[in-house]
């Protein structure tokens, strides 16, 4: 299925990448799936002020109606906050039936990342992504969004892979596929919610000047 004909991208994100200005792309599972209402819009809406106090466009992703959104209205991100769980998480294999359907759906890490290249989005911003999972030598439990790494041309912002998971077998999976690992103002890879983890990312850079060196 081509999807691109699904896209809508917001006035104001498509103003931005016309313009060459920068867009920061956002999940929307961490409104509808992260947090209680309504701290679940508050959060979505500060996050989004944050990015504009610091010169870029946000573009919170979500699929509505049918239709693949790259850039959300406040009401939009309410709607989601309220219904919660009620949307669909939305992975990769979700999207086609979403479409074909009509109906919500809050991207993951995986999702955002798509419809963000859909959009010419290249940076996207998240919290944690998911990972080998521990004992997935034998369950095969591993998140799509290691494959999406490798597969998808977007540059993912995040404090790391969830403690919870298997971070060595992680970041082996991630070398395998080719996906570079590269801490900001660290040498060793976050931990979501913790800063250390024991485990050496592929390359540090101490400002975003070091990427060009």
């Known amino acids: 299925m081509n999807m691109n004909k699904y896209l809508d991208v917001a006035p104001e994100v498509k103003e931005a990448l016309a313009a060459g200005k920068p867009v920061v792309a956002l999940e929307s599972t961490i409104i509808s799936h992260g947090m209680p209402y309504p701290q679940n819009v508050e959060t979505a809406l500060k996050v989004e002020a944050i990015i504009r106090e610091n010169g870029a466009v946000p573009a919170t992703i979500a699929v509505l109606g049918g239709r693949l959104k790259a850039g959300l209205s ?12 009620g949307v ?18 809050a991207t993951t890490v995986t999702t955002t990342m798509i ?29 799509a969004d290691l494959e999406e790494l490798a ?13 919870i998971l298997d971070l060595g077998l992680t970041l082996e999976y991630l070398e395998t596929h080719g996906v ?24 540090r850079i101490d400002t975003p000047a070091d990427l060009a060196k």
């Open 74 to 85: 406040h009401e939009e991100i309410d709607y989601l906050g309220k219904t919660g769980a």
């Open 88 to 105: 669909a998480k939305a992975s990769r294999r979700d999207l086609p039936i979403l479409v074909a359907q009509g109906k919500d759906g």
């Open 115 to 143: 419809i963000a290249h859909m959009a010419g989005i290249q940076v996207f911003a998240t919290g944690g992504i998911g990972g080998v999972h521990r004992g997935a030598e034998t369950t095969m439990d591993i998140s």
């Open 151 to 163: 597969r998808t041309p977007v540059m993912v912002v995040c404090a790391g892979a969830k403690s």
């Open 180 to 203: 570079p690992v590269i801490g900001y103002g660290t040498g060793e890879l976050p931990a979501f919610y913790t800063r250390k983890s024991g485990f050496a990312v592929d390359y």
